[in-house]
């Protein structure tokens, strides 16, 4: 793991976790939807994929060398087709991939070491997984590399992408960190950056539904981290 770059994905999951406790500062299925807004990102950045009217739009089929992002774009192709055109629903796509998106790209972090799997009972019967940083995390990194690029305004893209993705997902020390300007420029973040904006919707989709009693937000479990 040692010098090898690391996607949004990745990054986004080391910004949430607890290094200690392994637990999500945010709501574990608000963090898979973030998880595969950031494929969506990491993707876009790569020049594979394009935003038209809240719909991707693949514009270059061919794989990426990341093998998750790989599996990703492919999924994002029209069946029995390798044509350039997908037309998928950037919100749908963000709700049907979160949970996948999330349990593949922690099984790699812990596969490379980057972070630990801790298996868990909820009330001695029901398990669940903690994911507290390995002795190859880089989350220390990517938590400064936060803060530089918030101190700085966001300058670049890759930046601003990964603000507005930890925003949309609620994680705490983004929503509520810095003063009012910067919070308020977060919040203008998510707004202006699509993959953020649609992850924001199904966040508040659920929301929605909690509030009114029901049950089509998909809960707090899954494999990002359920239970306590």
């Not at 514009?59 to 390798?82: M, Q």
């Not at 990194?141 to 670049?156: I, T």
Request: hydrophobic fraction near 40%; charged fraction near 25%.
């Amino acid at each position: 793991m040692t010098g090898a770059a690391l996607t949004l994905p990745e990054e986004l999951l080391l910004l949430a976790l607890d290094p200690v406790r392994g637990k999500p500062y945010c709501r574990g299925r608000f963090l898979e939807y973030g998880v595969a807004g950031a494929a969506l990102a990491e993707l876009e950045l790569q020049g594979r994929i394009a935003e038209e009217r809240g719909r991707v739009v693949v514009v270059n089929p061919l794989d990426p060398p990341d093998p998750l992002l790989a599996v990703f774009l492919r999924g994002l192709l029209p069946p029995g087709k390798g044509g350039f055109l997908s037309g998928a629903s950037a919100r749908r796509w963000v709700r049907q991939a979160g949970r996948r998106a999330g349990g593949l790209y922690l099984d790699a972090l812990v596969e490379r070491g980057v972070l630990r799997r801790e298996t868990r009972r909820f009330l001695g019967l029901l398990p669940y997984h903690r994911h507290p940083a390995g002795p190859g995390s880089r989350a220390e990194q990517v938590l400064r590399g936060y803060e530089e690029s918030r101190a700085a305004g966001h300058p670049d893209r890759r930046g601003r992408l990964l603000a507005a993705l930890a925003a949309a997902v609620e994680l705490p020390a983004v929503v509520r960190g810095g003063d009012r300007r910067a919070r308020a420029a977060t919040r203008t973040l998510v707004r202006e950056e699509w993959p953020a904006q649609a992850v924001h919707r199904n966040v508040r989709q659920d929301k929605a539904a909690r509030a009114g009693g029901g049950g089509s937000g998909g809960g707090d479990g899954g494999g990002s981290g359920g239970g306590d």
